[in-house]
C-alpha cells in the first residue's frame, strides 16, 4: 500500500511522516513535491527505509523519455512511470532507458498509466477523442504496455481484474483512486475501499488524502492497511 506524498515541500513531508510515525512506509511522490525538492526529497525517503513509487508519469518522445529514465533509474527506487498514450516505441525506450543505466542489478519496475482515474467516459470521449468506452481503452492499453516491456499499469479498481483477464497474472495492477468508506471522493470519478481493491485484483493500491486529509491521519492509515492486509 503505497501512500501518495502529495504535499507542497520536504518540510511538510517530514512533519507529516514523523509526526503520525509513518517513516518507512511505501510511498508514492508526485510531481509536486518533486519539481520542488528532487533528488533531495528521494535522498531524504531512501535514508528512512521507504519503498518508492515515483510518479512523474512520462510522456515525450521516446528518446527523450529513454535518457529521463536512464537518470532517474539512478535513484535505484522501486517504481516510476509513464503515460501509456505515448504509444509502444515510448513504453519500449523507457523500459531499455531504465535497463541500460541500472546500477548493482537493481531493477526500477515501470509502469503505464492507462486511463487517469479522474477521468469517465464522457472525459475521454470529449476531451481526449477516444472512441471506446473506459474500459475498453484500459484493456486496449494495458495490453499495449505490456507487449511494450512494461511490469504493469497504474489503472483503477475497477479494471484490475479486467487487466488480469487479458494479461499475464504477474503483470502488476497499482490502483489509485482509494477511499475509507467515509471520506469525500475529491476530484476521483473512479473510486473504492481497500477492500474492494483487494477482492478485485489490485496488487498494490495508492491511497492519498483518505489518509493526508483525516482528522487522525495515522489511525486512518491503519484502518485502510487492515482492510488491505486481510
Ligand atoms: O488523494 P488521492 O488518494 O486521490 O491520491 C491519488 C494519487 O494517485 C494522486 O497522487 C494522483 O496523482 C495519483 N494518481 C491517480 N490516478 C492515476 C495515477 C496516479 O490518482 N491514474
Redesign the pocket.
Known sequence: MYL?L?FPNLKTTKTFLESNSLQGVPV?V???LFYREGTQVINYLKENNHSIFL?L?LFDIPTTVERAMRNLAKFEIDFV?VHALGGAEMIKRAKEGLQTSSVSNHETKLLA??????MDNKVIKEDLGLTGTVEEEVKRLAILSEKSGANGV???VHEASLIKSVCNPAFKT?T????LSNSDN???KR?ATPKYAKDNGSDYI????????AEHPKSAYEKALGEWSK
Do not use: F, H, Y
Open positions: 501518495a502529495d508514492k508526485g510531481m509536486e510518479d508519469k512511470n498509466v492507462t486511463i487517469l482515474t479522474s497504474v489503472c483503477s497499482m489509485p483512486g482509494i477511499r475529491n476530484d476521483q473510486v495508492v491511497i492519498g488524502r483518505s489518509i493526508t486529509q
